[in-house]
Structures are given as C-alpha cells and as structure tokens.
C-alpha cells in the first residue's frame, strides 16, 4: 500500500496512517481499512472510533455504540472479544530509509531512542567499514518496548519501501521501554518476546550483537527493573545462543556512578527534570564501546 509520500510503502492488508516520530511522516496500522487515530501513534479497525478513555491509552469505540462500556478496554486488543471495545492498535514505523550497501558490509542497529542518538557516532567512528542505519526510521521512541519490536520486526528488517535488506550484522537492544510495564510474570513475558525477535534475526544470516539497557538514572527502584531485565536477557536470551554483547549499563554506571546520579557530564539527567539520554560526549562515549564490537564481528569467521 502506497503512502501519500514515496518514501513509505505499506505491507498487504495494513494501512498507511500519520505517525508522529516517523521520518517520513507515516507509518502502518497493521489492521485492512484501519481508522488512524488523531494521535498518529495508534490506530482502530474499521467499524470503530478511536477516543481516549484513560490516561493510560487510547481505546477503540464501537461505532453503533453497542459495545461494553466498563473500562476495561484497554486490557485486550480488538479481535479477541468480537464487538467489544478494545485496545487500540500501534502504528509501527518504517524500516531504514536506504537499501543494504552494494560495496561495503552493511549493520542495523535495532533499538531505543539512546541506540537512535550514538548511531551517528558509530557511523562516524566506523568511517565506512560498515554501512550503518538505524532501524526504525524514526525521531524518537525507537524500537520501544519487546512487545512493539516483534509486532512490527517484519518491517523493521526492510527498508520503509518494503526491500529486504540482509545486514551483515545487527546491533540490538530492548528494555528501557519495558522498564514500566510490570513485574512478575512479565518477566517471562519478555523473555519469551526476546528470544523470538532473536530467532527471526538469526534466520536473517547476519551476525548479532546484544547491547545491555542503559540506566534509568533518576529512580534507582525502577532502575532495579532494567537491572533484572538485562539480566533475564543475557541469561535466557543472548548469552545461550553464543552471542556476544557490549556492556553500556556497566559503562554509564563506571562513568556516572550507581543509580540515582544526577549531572552527570555524560547524562542529560538533571535535578527537576529526570532523563535518560546523553549528550554528545555520552553518545561518543557509547560508540567507542560499540563500533570495535562490530569491528570485531565484521572480521570473525
């Protein structure tokens, strides 16, 4: 399906909507003939209203009025209660701009809006050992949470105008967009989500690098959540598959000390105002860890 600009395409049986962080603008609703919400982050199938109902999200709304008013809509997608209310759908947003490289090794790198603001630093300290781009096209957010990442994978891994694009290597993370999600069973949850986006990225061929979550430096309760999950990923995910990985949590930590810290010179976290990006030196900072990583893998047999 074509979008209004053509430097986005649209899968089968999906729907081009406005997307708020895309870099082209548009993004897909993977639902036929969706309603995009005003949002332009969520989408409703057709027959439905997209409204906010709660502060947590935006829910989808019977047309005819005849569906179940009592709350609970937001905890189960459209489809599994035929005629209800419902959760709305994500719209997922495009793979890279550009095809893999004819003439030198191309890398993905998959992750967070941290992974988004050290790629131009790995491009630049790589300086055309690798043809590098971030996955997806996007200005903020980025791959987001495990539950997002596996919905929208299939595009993730093709260019926004639907090409394969074969990597010889992927650089990818998941985990500070999961840190607010639960506790528990989700745990599970997301190891079971993980290890399947890893599975798909392993049928690609390429070689795959993991990178630990950076820390939530302003809340050491919910930086003890990304602590668990990195070790749940290592340890049921990365580490059983031989897959190496580079270590940003430990490198912040070294520079920044423990979580909570506060003006750090690597970290935009400040009193008053919690964050957790870098500035340009942090960013640097992350890249050296990172490029020789993929160096090393470029070269392994």
Same mark, same amino acid.
């Given at each position: 399906m074509t979008c209004p600009v053509e430097s986005t395409l649209c899968p089968t049986n999906t729907t081009c909507c406005e997307s708020v962080y895309s870099l082209? @603008?548009? @993004?897909?609703?993977?639902?036929?003939n969706a309603v995009c919400c !005003?949002?332009?982050?969520s989408c409703c199938p057709t027959g439905y209203i997209c409204t906010n109902t709660t502060n947590s999200g935006t829910a989808c709304k019977k047309e005819d009025g005849h569906g179940v008013l009592n709350g609970d809509e937001l905890n189960f997608p459209c489809g599994q209660f035929q @005629?209800?209310?419902?959760?709305?759908s994500t719209i997922c947003n495009p793979g890279p701009e550009y095809n893999a490289s004819s003439s030198q090794p191309t890398c993905l790198i998959l992750g967070d809006s941290v992974s988004i603001g050290y790629t131009p630093f790995v491009v630049s300290k790589l300086n055309g050992s690798c043809f590098v781009q971030h996955s997806p096209w996007s200005t903020d957010g980025g791959a987001c949470s495990t539950s997002y990442a596996l919905s929208c994978i299939n595009m993730f891994t093709r260019t926004a105008r639907l090409n394969p694009i074969r990597p010889n290597v992927y650089l990818f993370n998941f985990g500070l967009h999961d840190y607010n999600l639960g506790t528990g069973d #989700? #745990?599970? !949850?997301?190891v079971a989500e993980l290890t399947k986006i890893r599975d798909h990225l392993l049928q690609s061929g390429a070689k795959l690098l993991?990178?630990?979550?950076?820390p939530v430096p302003y809340s050491r309760d919910v930086n003890t959540v990304v602590e668990i999950l990195n070790?749940?990923?290592? @340890?049921?995910?990365i580490t059983p598959a031989r897959i190496p990985s580079v270590d940003l949590y430990q490198a912040v930590i070294a520079r920044c000390g423990p979580s909570p810290f506060w003006n750090c010179s690597i970290s935009l976290n400040r009193l008053g105002s919690p964050n957790v990006h870098y500035n340009s030196d942090g960013y640097q900072y992350l890249a050296s860890l990172i490029s020789p990583a993929i160096e090393k893998l470029l070269h392994s047999q």
């Open positions: 082209s @603008g548009y @993004g897909c609703c993977l639902l036929p !005003e949002n332009r982050q @005629g209800q209310d419902c959760k709305s #989700f #745990f599970n !949850e997301y993991w990178a630990t979550t950076t070790k749940m990923a290592l @340890g049921h995910v």
